[in-house]
């Protein structure tokens, strides 16, 4: 069966290297480069986390894990970094949290604001939060690269800077002229899934931005957090190699602005948002330096319930496995994408288009 990718985001290197594995004869196409910055997976830190409200993703966390050893067991590298996680904050509802947790057998505590200040005396919670030991953060660039290579090393083809532009049936055609005939297309494409596929009405794209704040003191990893209180939202992280590890990286969700598609990510900060967070770390992160030393955009692309996308409709599978927050998944989502291109199996019904 030859079935072409397009995308090399964590998505569609994840499904290239499945479906190389299962046999398939696999072209891999790359607008730009694998984990290029102008879409979703690039970074070396994002949030690993077992804490949903929906039991569904949580336990689809626990799957993930494994196949994120699966992966560090065939390629020699790490790219899970335990740190822990915090959730707070009353919309957060760490009460609810915990008890999803304690439903699929994930260890975690529930802790007062006092006790998370005595553990991490740089979080000020303000409140009640849910600590779970076995989060993380994954290195996203570096899994999308060596997801490529497994996929080359299992007989697929890769090619970079091939901008699709149409895709007719199951052939693929670029704007200077070139086609790859398939018998199958997984459209993998992200923030520019609106281009190639205009009939998902569904899809928003985010053009967001994140910061790193730099710790007052070197130590242990500081945890992972959400925090969804009545005003501000945001999320934090122990920065990675694009950070220099000497820092947290700060966001706020929905603190950006939509645009049609990811060529419209201009990489330029919003001031406004710049001034929200550094506010924000002021107040609840006393043991960053309020002051970023590094700072990125990076897109998002959303549907309205956050769940993903993943359906297959003859000879396309249309897979959008982000709304914020699939890069945990990615080793797994890669399986679940191949086995529908392939017919091995549906993906689930909450997966599919509407």
């Not at 609840?284 to 549907?303: D, N, S």
């Given at each position: ?6 995308g090399?985001g964590?998505a569609?290197s994840a ?20 984990a ?16 949903y ?27 899970f ?21 304690t ?6 505590e529930?802790l ?5 200040s ?28 060596a ?20 895709v ?5 055609r ?14 993998a494409?992200g923030g520019?899934?609106?281009e190639?596929?205009p ?21 242990p ?20 190699r ?7 990286k ?8 939509e645009?049609p ?31 970023p ?17 993943i359906?297959?409709r ?23 994408i191949?086995?529908s291109?392939?017919?091995?199996a ?6 599919r288009?509407g």
């Amino acid at each position: 069966m030859r079935v072409a990718v397009v995308g090399a985001g964590l998505a569609g290197s994840a499904t290239a290297w499945r479906l190389a594995q299962r046999g398939a004869e696999v072209t891999l196409l790359e607008r730009a480069s694998p984990a290029n910055p102008q879409g979703s997976s690039h970074g070396s830190a994002r949030i690993f986390r077992y804490a949903y409200a929906d039991p569904f993703y949580a336990r689809l966390v626990a799957q993930a894990r494994e196949h994120w050893a699966e992966l560090e067991d065939a390629t020699g590298e790490t790219f899970f970094r335990c740190t822990g996680s915090l959730d707070f904050g009353a919309t957060r509802r760490p009460e609810q949290l915990a008890a999803v947790l304690t439903g699929i057998g994930v260890e975690h505590e529930l802790l007062s604001a006092a006790s998370v200040s005595s553990r991490w005396p740089g979080i000020h919670t303000g409140g009640p939060a849910l600590w779970h030991p076995d989060a993380g953060v994954v290195d996203a660039a570096a899994a999308v690269l060596a997801m490529t290579d497994l996929a080359r090393k299992a007989g697929a083809t890769v090619h970079e800077n091939w901008t699709v532009t149409a895709v007719e049936g199951s052939t693929v055609r670029s704007g200077d002229g070139r086609s790859v005939i398939a018998d199958h297309v997984v459209l993998a494409a992200g923030g520019w899934l609106p281009e190639l596929f205009p009939g998902l009405p569904q899809l928003r794209i985010r053009q967001e931005q994140a910061y790193h704040f730099p710790y007052r003191e070197q130590g242990p990893d500081w945890p992972s957090f959400i925090h969804k209180g009545t005003g501000i939202q945001t999320y934090g992280l122990p920065g990675g190699r694009d950070a220099e590890h000497r820092g947290h990286k700060v966001a706020e969700y929905f603190g950006g602005h939509e645009i049609p598609t990811a060529a419209f990510n201009d990489g330029v900060i919003d001031p406004a948002n710049r001034r929200r967070i550094i506010a924000y770390v002021e107040r609840h992160l006393p043991g960053l330096i309020p002051e970023p030393y590094a700072e990125a955009t990076c897109v998002f692309t959303m549907t309205p319930t956050e769940d993903f996308v993943i359906d297959t409709r003859g000879p396309l599978t249309v897979a959008s496995p982000c709304s914020g927050h699939g890069a945990k998944f990615a080793p797994l989502l890669g399986a679940i994408i191949a086995d529908s291109a392939m017919g091995l199996a549906e993906p689930a019904e909450r997966f599919r288009l509407g």
